[in-house]
């Protein structure tokens, strides 16, 4: 069974700092790896896919992901954060034509001036 | 626009009454989703489906029921066996297969007191 790991609860940085959130997954078939963010009281919106390809994905507002497959990581970047980009992060795998999206529990960015 | 839709965002009751939320799509997405979030906890799957008058129960499913008897529509039912209904409850959507991404709906705020 596919699982996501989320090895960061919180994560506090200062603006215009890089930062970089973990995940990891376990799955014992190909999988199609996820990274969504939520603001407050909101739903989730898709910051950027991996399918197949490229190990390094591109996502919208300067995110990008490296997909390493020999250590079962996703790990989410951003070379330079506002404080706009506090919010919540979260990572998912889905496995080959399987429906079902596993989440981590979510990583708490929260940008300080 | 093409979207989610959800209502009512904030959602009030006593405790041992039913409750239907609604979602709705119109993606012309096959698939749908409702996932149950509570704070540190992620999200977990409480139903899908993914044709029309057919569906599935996801990892937490006891305490809810769910419908769909169109493709733009997706209710779920609270029931009063649910023993801690209070959560954020979010509907997603997608075309078919694990390499689409979902989308979400803005959330409905569930409190039961």
């Known amino acids: 069974a596919q699982s996501v790991t989320q090895l960061d609860s919180q994560v506090p940085v200062f603006e215009e700092a890089p930062v970089e959130l973990r995940c990891n997954y376990s799955?014992?078939?190909?999988?199609?790896l996820f990274w969504y963010v939520q603001y407050p009281n909101q739903g989730l919106q898709l910051l950027l896919k991996?399918?197949?390809?490229?190990?390094l994905v591109k996502g919208i507002n300067g995110f990008e992901a490296e997909f390493n497959k020999s250590q079962t990581s996703f790990h989410l970047r951003k070379p330079s954060v506002h404080i706009s980009d506090t919010a919540e992060y979260f990572c998912a795998v889905s496995e080959g034509s399987n429906y079902k999206l596993t989440f981590g529990k979510g990583t708490l960015l929260t940008v300080n001036p | 626009d093409g979207g989610i839709t959800q209502s009512p965002k904030y959602l009030f009751r006593k405790e041992g009454q039913n409750v239907t939320l609604s979602c709705e799509q119109n993606l012309n997405h096959d698939a749908m989703y409702w996932y149950r979030q509570d704070p540190g906890q992620g999200l977990r799957l409480i139903y899908y489906s993914q044709i029309v008058n057919d569906f599935q129960k996801g990892d937490i499913a006891e305490g809810y029921s769910v419908s769909r008897e169109k493709k733009e529509s997706f209710p779920l039912t609270v029931t009063s066996a649910q023993k801690n209904p209070t959560a954020f409850y979010l509907c997603a959507s997608s075309f078919s297969g694990g390499s689409y991404e979902q989308y979400f709906g803005p959330g409905t705020r569930l409190t039961v007191t």
């Open positions: 799955s014992s078939v190909s999988v199609y």
């Open positions: 991996y399918l197949s390809g490229s190990t």
